[in-house]
């Protein structure tokens, strides 16, 4: 410090957003999702070509635990592409001030993004379950604190509406098979004939339990997921589900990022994929 007074040199502070780590940041709520798998898989083969480490942070859900890690790197890694950020959009928009961010399955005004639309989808999944006969409809909500839950459960309402038939929206669930048991026996008092499911993870949980009451898929009830992640086609029977480009949007995400957009959004379309597990309805 006296060498710079007697030498008169001028002292800068570089900000987070300016650092060079050579490292980016992918931010994942639950690691064993197997949604995840494709996001990180694109986010990593799009660093790697730009010669950049991807870090994997997983938060389990938690978005104190988000916020706290994404506090404690703010000024290691040169950016973060929050993947499902469960951050409130006030929390996201004062960290943005402070770090490069772009958000993968969420939109915030003002934000960059990169995500599968879900509007179209979801409308595809009520005329689809319509034109099986279905006409009393339940969705099994994700947590409330997922941003594509209510994006969804709106879709999904609006177009019930506008075929005529009901839906009901029960929950909230987490993301996982383990609540698909709670989900299967809420769905079943309700009396719908055909369930649509946060995700694939609790609609593979809705089956076995399902299976285990005596309950036919797809005779007596029918059943839809969301992402169509893998298992979706493993499991028994098959399942119908609603999902697109999600590697292809995470490397959207990690380019959005190293271009340094603030407010470019890329929307992939969806797709319906329909198997096994919907039918006529009884």
Known sequence: MESIERLGYQRTARSARERQSGTVAIVVPDITNPYYFSAITGAEGRAQAAGLTLV????????????????????????FVLASSRLSDEEILSLADRAHL???????????????????????????????????????????????????WAALAKAAEAQGVTIEQLGPYRPSAVDGGAAADAALRHGASALVAHNDLLAIGVLKRLRDRGVRVPEDLSVVGYDDMFVAQVCTPTLTSLGGPY????????????EGHRDRCVILPSTLAIRDSTGQAP
Do not use: K
């Open 56 to 79: 994997i942070v997983n938060t389990e859900e938690s978005p104190a635990r988000e916020s706290a890690n994404i506090e404690r790197l703010i000024g290691r890694v040169d950016g």
């Open 102 to 152: 772009v958000l993968l399955n969420r939109y915030v005004g003002g934000m960059s993004c990169a995500l599968v639309e879900q509007d179209l989808g979801s409308r595809q999944i009520v005329d689809h379950l319509v034109s099986l006969g279905h006409e009393r409809l339940a969705y099994l909500g994700g947590p409330t604190t997922s941003w594509v839950r209510h994006q969804r």
């Open 247 to 258: 590697q292809e949007a995470a490397q959207f995400g990690v380019e959005i990022l190293l």
